[in-house]
């Protein structure tokens, strides 16, 4: 030992350089992940609502139009009136089902919902009842069926169009779907 030098003071002086270093590799590191997630965000590398409705029982596939669709289920009461709600983009293959245990009069609007929107409203046959374009943010103007219905289906604006849907035509309806009419 060396007189006249505190070896503690050298010792702390060393631990907390090496801590000081650490402290600044970590900082790098997490500024360095956030950059990366950054960049992957603004590339639109967003992650895809799951299309795979046996892993998301709030989900379920239809043939609609040619070929599937991945529709997201409003089977509460909450679910129903929040709808597609607060949404900015909706995938041009998804959208939301409405489903309600006896059929009735049904009337829809667009109260804080950002995306242009088609409705169907489907008998219980499947059967395209009418189909309502929706214009988004219109609190004033309600879209109805033309009959009572237990279904009603919305996509992005011209969705049914662009798919040679229309009144009359029949979609088939998975047995999961008419599960709870009859209980």
Known sequence: MMEGHDMTHGVGAMLSCGIVDAVRVSWG???LFLCVQLVACNRGDHPRPT???????GRISLEMGGGPVILETAVTEAEQLRGLMYRRELPSDQGMIFIYREPRFLSFWMKDTWIP?????VSDDGTIINIEKMRPLLTQVRYKSEQPCRLAIEMNAGWFVEHHLGP????FLPPEIRSGWDH
Do not use: E, W
Request: no cysteine; aromatic share 6%; hydrophobic share 45%.
């Open 29 to 31: 590191v997490v500024v």
């Open 51 to 57: 299309t795979d409705p046996a892993s998301d029982p």
């Open 117 to 121: 929107l088609s409705i169907a409203f």
């Open 168 to 171: 009359g035509d029949r979609i």
